[in-house]
Nanobody
Framework: QVQLVESGGGLVQAGGSLRLSCAAS????????MGWYRQAPGKQRELVAT???????NYADSVKGRFTISRDNAKNTVYLQMNSLKPEDTAVYYC?????????WGQGTQVTVSS
């Protein structure tokens, strides 16, 4: 059974940094695309950043220049380095991993940025 487990969320002051990690288990292959989405209270889930297996990255305009996504295909792990955090980055961050037949989601990790 495939599981995605996120870690690294927490409370940070505006301007601070956090690093999220998402480790996949229960698989014997590499995912095509891995990435991060977030959902703030009262809002729809939105894309934050994704990365292909080959290393091509895609970012939401709101995080470009502040967030960096990376992945380790051998470990089936994806990371999100978040710098210069703003209160509007406050949300539950979800890891996503896309295989050929279906996608998978983590349980989410809370990121709270205080002003």
């Amino acid at each position: 059974q495939v599981q995605l487990v996120e870690s690294g969320g927490g409370l940070v002051q505006a301007g601070g940094s956090l690093r999220l990690s998402c480790a996949a288990s229960g698989i014997s292959f590499s995912f095509n695309t891995m990435g991060w989405y977030r959902q703030a209270p009262g809002k729809q889930r939105e894309l934050v950043a994704t990365m292909s297996r080959g290393g091509s990255a895609n970012y939401a305009d709101s995080v470009k220049g502040r967030f960096t996504i990376s992945r380790d295909n051998a470990k089936n792990t994806v990371y999100l380095q978040m710098n210069s955090l703003k209160p509007e980055d406050t949300a539950v961050y979800y890891c996503n991993a896309e295989a050929i037949l279906r996608g998978y989601w983590g349980q989410g990790t809370q990121v709270t940025v205080s002003s």
